[in-house]
């Protein structure tokens, strides 16, 4: 009979004693196995060199991509306690991922970046910063002074990112220059408001945040320059324009509906 591999020991008196994580970050994901680990060696570095290498832990929400990141995730897991994975099974939407991540964190911050590698997790430290000195939400803008969307890499990307945000920034009476923005940080209680009406398949979900939490919500903007894709190829393109399109139209939808009321 051959000799059992013996399973490794969890410090555990290292588990017991380590502070608890003062920001969730939420990557949801979907074939990103070749991004996963520069993903969270970057996270982990822009936290060490903040001095804030125990504030955060991160959550990457995986719908059963076929590439396998979920595995892959889970073996870098194995040997980092700051990351967790969640694989979904027969569940699918950007925004019921999200969900899922805000609800599994006890983090009072928690915070959406892609898996991509196009959001500059160097941001990080600077945006619990301003949570913890009395922010409620700040967004990573590509719209304001040093910031850039250069990482759209065709004009029609360019152009379809630039006209949703026009709309949205309408629609909404929004007080940000990037609410298609896909990282941005958020006290929790105020993610699990918004989250008890996110429509599970939406594609912006800042959107739907920006659309269900007070006005008197204290929103600062961190400039993001946005870089390029490190792998694969990208989700946005006409059909999740067009998935924004309705998104947005149910939304104003509602808001007439409550202005008559």
């Known amino acids: 009979m051959p000799a059992l591999t013996p399973e490794p020991q969890a410090d555990w008196f290292a588990l017991m004693t380590a502070p608890m994580p003062r920001?969730?970050?939420?990557?949801?994901?979907?074939?990103?196995?070749?991004?996963v680990p520069a993903l969270v060696q970057g996270v982990e570095a822009a936290f060490n060199k903040a001095g804030q290498g125990q504030a955060w832990e991160m959550i990457i929400v995986d719908d059963n991509s076929p590439d396998g990141t979920a595995e892959v995730a889970r073996?870098?897991?194995a040997t980092n306690r700051q990351l967790r994975v969640i694989k979904r099974i027969g569940r699918r939407g950007l925004s019921s991922a999200v969900m899922e991540g805000f609800l599994s964190s006890s983090a009072p911050y928690v915070a959406v970046m892609d898996g991509d590698g196009q959001h500059d997790e160097a941001l990080l430290p600077t945006m619990l910063e301003r949570l913890e000195n009395g922010a409620d939400a700040v967004?990573?803008?590509?719209?304001?002074?040093?910031?850039?969307?250069?990482?759209?890499?065709?004009?029609?990307?360019?152009?379809?990112?630039?006209?949703?945000?026009?709309?949205?920034?309408?629609v909404l009476n929004v007080k940000t220059s990037d609410p298609m923005s896909g990282f941005f940080a958020?006290?929790?209680?105020?993610?699990?408001?918004?989250?008890?009406?996110?429509?599970?398949r939406g594609f912006k979900v800042l959107v739907d945040i920006l659309a269900r939490v007070p006005r008197s919500t204290q929103l600062v903007e961190v400039p993001l320059v946005f870089?390029?894709?490190l792998h694969g190829e990208s989700k946005l393109?006409?059909?999740?324009?067009?998935?924004?399109?309705?998104?947005?139209?149910?939304?104003?939808?509602?808001?007439?509906?409550?202005?008559?009321?």
């Open 227 to 229: 870089r390029n894709r």
């Open 237 to 261: 393109g006409p059909r999740v324009f067009l998935e924004a399109l309705v998104q947005l139209s149910l939304l104003l939808f509602k808001r007439l509906q409550q202005k008559k009321q």
């Open 75 to 77: 073996a870098i897991a």
């Open 139 to 170: 967004v990573a803008s590509r719209y304001v002074k040093g910031g850039s969307a250069a990482g759209l890499s065709n004009g029609l990307r360019q152009a379809l990112s630039a006209l949703g945000t026009k709309m949205t920034v309408i």
């Open 23 to 35: 920001l969730s970050l939420v990557v949801p994901v979907y074939n990103e196995a070749a991004n």
């Open 186 to 200: 958020i006290r929790r209680p105020l993610a699990e408001q918004a989250a008890t009406a996110l429509r599970g």
